[in-house]
């Protein structure tokens, strides 16, 4: 069965520095792939969704990129500020349509 | 404006003892999510409407029931909670199924069993 591993350790970034998390799938490559952002307590929100034929998708600072021969995904966010502290979580499309999610990667950007 | 809105935020129940979460849209979306997320890990679908049509996990267990008695609303109803069922529940809504649709996310209910 499918499974997504995104790096469980929080990732350290100063701010103005690009942060880049990964998200690794392990069998069949999804058509779709997305990225949410959750803050503590709530739920998750809705950032980018690319498709396996596209190899990179821009929003504002975010980047991200599918790369189906290495099953990889990365998430860039260009000039991170303090206010995009959070975890980072893909979630990638199965064959019931629906979404399988990773665990997420928690992101703290430092002053 | 449009969302999903989850009530109530926090829940105290008892073991044993039931329990409903609610959820209500104003996006008109036809799919409705739960999901149990604990403590850093992935969320986990418990089921999912598609419109009127109920779909479960077939790993969700028994204990767990919903309801969507119309478009806007869906209820989550745990029979008999036990100490593991202790979670944030999640209820999300999307346009149509598939991958290639973003789901919203409500706030969610953090249910404590004591």
């Known amino acids: 069965s499918q499974k997504i591993e995104q790096n469980s350790e929080a990732l350290n970034i100063q701010e103005g520095k690009t942060a880049t998390l990964t998200c690794n799938y392990t069998?069949?490559?999804?058509?779709?792939l997305q990225w949410y952002r959750q803050d503590p307590g709530r739920g998750p929100v809705f950032l980018l969704l690319?498709?396996?034929n596209e190899k990179e998708k821009r929003k504002e600072r975010l980047k991200v990129t599918f790369d189906t021969t290495l099953k990889q995904s990365l998430f860039h966010i260009t000039a991170s500020q303090p206010a995009d502290s959070a975890t980072y979580l893909c979630?990638?499309?199965?064959?019931?349509?629906?979404?399988?999610w990773g665990a997420g990667t928690k992101l703290i950007i430092k002053p | 404006d449009a969302m999903v809105i989850q009530n109530p935020r926090y829940q105290v129940t008892q073991f044993g003892k039931p329990v409903t979460l609610s959820c209500s849209q104003t996006l008109n979306h036809n799919v409705m999510y739960w999901y149990q997320q604990k403590s850093s890990q992935a969320p986990k679908l418990l089921f999912h409407?598609?419109?009127?049509?109920?779909?479960n996990e077939a790993d969700t267990p028994d204990n767990f029931q919903s309801r969507r008695p119309n478009t806007s609303f869906c209820f989550l109803d745990i029979r008999s909670p036990g100490l593991g069922d202790a979670a944030m529940y999640l209820c999300?809504?999307?346009?149509?199924?598939?991958?290639?649709?973003?789901?919203?996310f409500g706030p969610g209910t953090r249910l404590t069993v004591t």
């Open positions: 069998n069949y490559s999804p058509a779709y």
């Open positions: 999300a809504t999307s346009r149509d199924a598939g991958g290639d649709h973003e789901q919203y």
């Open positions: 979630a990638l499309d199965d064959s019931n349509y629906q979404l399988i």
């Open positions: 690319i498709r396996e």
């Open positions: 409407y598609y419109d009127k049509d109920f779909n």
